[in-house]
C-alpha cells in the first residue's frame, strides 16, 4: 500500500520529477504544489503571448485580397477587391486553431510522451476547456452586455451547423468509448473522428453560402466592405449583386457617410481633411473586428502592453494620408520642389480696353531667389496684328537676387472703327541660367472693342463641378464692346437637380458698368455628401438693356429712313446676347471624397492593427509599457508596469519570432506554432507534476486548473467582444465551432496517431472510458440545455442572446454558472467514486 507521503510522479516529455518522491513531508507537498502552480500559471501567460503571435500570423494569411473584374450591363469593368479566404472557413480552420493551439497541442504531445499510450490531460483538458467556454463564457458575455441592450448572433445558420456539430463531437466520443468498441479505439474511428473536421468545415460554409434548395440569395461581402468569396477573375453584374455589393459595400459606404455628416454638424470649422479622419477613426472603433483582434487586445492589457485601439487615432491618420498620396499619383500630379527657380506669367489672361492705352504684365519668380537670372520676352500676334492694333515688344528680363517679380508694360493702339475682339501674345523665351522657365510661358491679351455696347454670354455652356464647391462662380463675359452702363437679368431653372434640395434658387441682374467687361453669378450647392451623384440645373441670361436713356432707345422708335448716321451707329453698337445665353450646371459627387470613400471603406478593418513589419517594432513593443486602460491618455497604471515586468522574459523571448510582414504570414505561423508545441510540453508536464504533488488524478487537473489557464485569453477576448460588437458572432458564435474543432483535431489526431501505432505494433489502442465518458456525458446533457436557453433568449422577450433586461441576463449568467459548477462537482465525484460512473 502506498504512503501518503509517497509522490506518485513519472517522468514528463521535459520535465523530470522533483526529486526525492517518498517520505515527504505534508508542508514540502504544499510548497511544492505552490511552486508548481505558479509556473504552470506563468506559462500559460506566456503560451498566450505566443498564441498571439501566432492569431496575428493567422489574421494576415486569412486577409489576403486579390483584385477581381466585374462587368456591368453596359460593358463598364468595375474593379472589386476580394478576400481569398471564407470568413467562416477561416473561423473554423485557422482561427479555431489558433485559439485553441494550446489544448489541441496538448492532446498530441500527451500521447507522444507516453509512448502513444492514451492519457487523461490531453482529453480531459479538451472537455473541459469546451465545458468552460460554452458555460462560463456565455455567462459573462451576457451579464458585461450595457443594460437595456440586446447582441443577437446575426449568421444563426451558420451557427446552428456548428452547435450541432460542437454536440455532436462529444456524443460521438462517448460513442467510440462506450458503444461500437468499449475501451478499445480503432483505426476507422480515429479517422472518421478526424474527417469530422473538413466536414464540419463544410457544412458550415454551405450554411454561410446559404446554398439549400429554397434559399436564392447569396451574399458574400462581409461586414468589413470586402467580398470574402468569388470564382474567377471576370463576374458578371448579376454576380456581383448576388455577391451583395448593391447592399452590403453600400451599407458601408451610407454609414461612413452619415458619420460624415454628424461630425460636420458637431465640428462646422473643421477642415474636410480633419473630419474623414475622424470618420474613419469612428468607422474603425464601430466596425466588427476579428476574433484575433478580440484575443490579442486582451492579452495585451492583461500583460501590460496597451490597448490596440489606442493604435486607431494613429491608423486613420496615416491611412488618410496614404489614400491621399496615393489619389495624387493616380491623377498624375506632381508636387513642386521649392527648392530650384522658376519663372513664369501670373496671370496667363489679360483683358484690356481698346481705349486704355498702356498695361503692364506681371512676371513672377518663386523658388530659389538668391541669384540673379534673365529671361528673353516678345510679342507675338493673334488675331490683332502688331502696328495696328498694339505695340509689339522684344527684350530680356533681369531679376536681381530676392526679386520676386518684375512688370513688362504693353500698349494697346485705339482707333474710331467698330471690330470685334481681338487678341495678342506675350511669350517668354530662353533663360539665363536655363532651364528655369515655369507654366505659363505664354499670356494672352485680349482688347475690347469699346465702339459697342458689347455681347454678353456665358464663358462655357457646360460647367461640371462638385457637391463640396459651396459657392460656385458662374462668369458672364462682355465682348465686341464695353461701352455703356449695361444691366443684364439672370434665372436659374430646375433640370434633374432640384431647388432648395440640390441648390439654392437665384434670380437677379448683372450690371456692367462702363468698359467693365465680365461679372459673376454666385450658385449656392447644397452639399449632401452623396456617394452617387449626376444631376444638373440650368442659368438662363435675359435681354440685356442699356441703363438710362439711350440714343439707340430713342433711334429705334424712328422708321429707318428718318434716322440720322449717328443714330444708325448707335443702334448697331445696342448691346446684345451671345452665343452662350443658357448654361448647364452638372453636380457631381466629389471624385476624391468618392475614391476615398472607396479606399477607407476597403481599410475599415481594425483587425489589421495587430500585424507587425519588423523585429525592431516587436522589440520596441515588447520593452514597452503601455496604459491598458483606454480611457487613460496620459500613462501607464502601476498594475500596468507590474504586468509588464513579470511578463518582460515572454515579450522579449517571442519578438524572436518572425513579424508578420514576412512571406505573408506563414513564416510567422510555423515559427509560432512550434513556440507554442515546446511551452505547451512544458505547461503538461507542470501540470501532471501539480497534480501528482497534492495528489490529484490528471482528469480533475485537466477539467478545473488547465482547461481554465488556456481558456482565460478568450474569456477576456468573448467579453470585449459582446461590450463593443454590435452582434453576438464573435463573442458566443465561435464558442461552439472551437469546441467541435477542439475534438476533431485534437483527440482526432493524437488518437489516429495511437491507434496506427498500435496496429503496427499488433496491438489495439486501449482507451479507458472511465472518467472521460461520464464528463462526456454530463458535458452534453448541459450543453444542449444551454443551447435551448438562448435559442429562448432569440424571442421578443429578450430579443437576443446576450443581454437584455438587468435582471434577466443575471438569471441567464447564473445559470449558465451553475451548469459549470455542476459539471466539474460531478465530474471530479465520479472520479474519486464518490458517485457511480461508466
Partial sequence: MTSNNTIQCSPGLLLPCWEPLEDVAITDKVGRGLVYFLVMVYLFIGVSIVSDRFMAAIEVITSQEREVTIKKPGGERQIVVVRMWNETVANLTLMALGSSAPEILLSVIEIYAKNFEAGELGPGTIVGSAAYNLFVIIAICVAVVPDGEVRKIKHLSVFFVTATWSVFAYVWLYMILSFFSPGTVEIWEALLTFLFFPLTVMTAYAADRKMYKYVKKDYRMNRRGVIVQAEGDNLEMGSAELLGLDDVHDDI??????????????????????????????????????????????????????????RISERAQSDLSEIKAELQRESGAAEFNPSGSRVFFEPSKYTVLESCGRFEVRVARTGDLDAALSVEYCTEDGTAQAGSDYVPIRGNLHFGPGEKEKRLVLEVIDDDVFEPDEHFYVKLNATKPAGVLGSPTLATVIILDDDHGGLFKFEEQNHELVESVGVYELKVVRCSGARGRVIVPYWTEDGTAKAAKEYETNEGQLVFENNESEKTIPLTII???????????????????????????????????????????????????????????????SKEFRNTVDKLVQRANASLLIGTSSWKEQFVEALTVSASNESDQKKPSGLDYVMHFVTLFWKILFAFVPPTGMCKGYFCFVVSILCIGVVTAVIGDVASHFGATLGMADSVTAIVFVALGTSIPDTFASKVAAIHDKYADASVGNVTGSNAVNVFLGIGVAWLMAAIYHNVKGRPFKVKPGNLAFSVTIFCSEAVVAIIVLMLRRSRVVGGELGGPKCLKYVTSAFFFALWIFYLTMSTLEVYHVIKGF
Fill in 527 to 589: 452639399e449632401e455628401d452623396s456617394y452617387e451623384k449626376d444631376v444638373l440645373f440650368y442659368v438662363q441670361l435675359g435681354e440685356p438693356q442699356m441703363s438710362g436713356a439711350s440714343l439707340a432707345a430713342a433711334a429705334e422708335k424712328k422708321r429707318p429712313e428718318h434716322r440720322t448716321e449717328q443714330e444708325r451707329v448707335a443702334i448697331m453698337g445696342k448691346p446684345r446676347l451671345g452665343d452662350i445665353v443658357r448654361a448647364q450646371v452638372r453636380i457631381k459627387e
Fill in 253 to 310: 459606404k451610407q454609414e461612413y457617410i452619415s458619420t460624415l455628416k454628424e461630425l460636420r454638424q458637431q465640428h462646422p470649422h473643421a477642415d474636410l481633411g480633419a473630419l474623414e479622419r475622424m470618420a474613419h477613426e469612428m468607422l474603425l472603433n464601430r466596425g466588427p473586428k476579428s476574433r484575433a483582434f478580440y484575443r490579442i487586445q486582451a492579452t495585451r492589457k492583461l500583460m501590460g502592453s496597451g490597448d490596440l485601439l489606442r
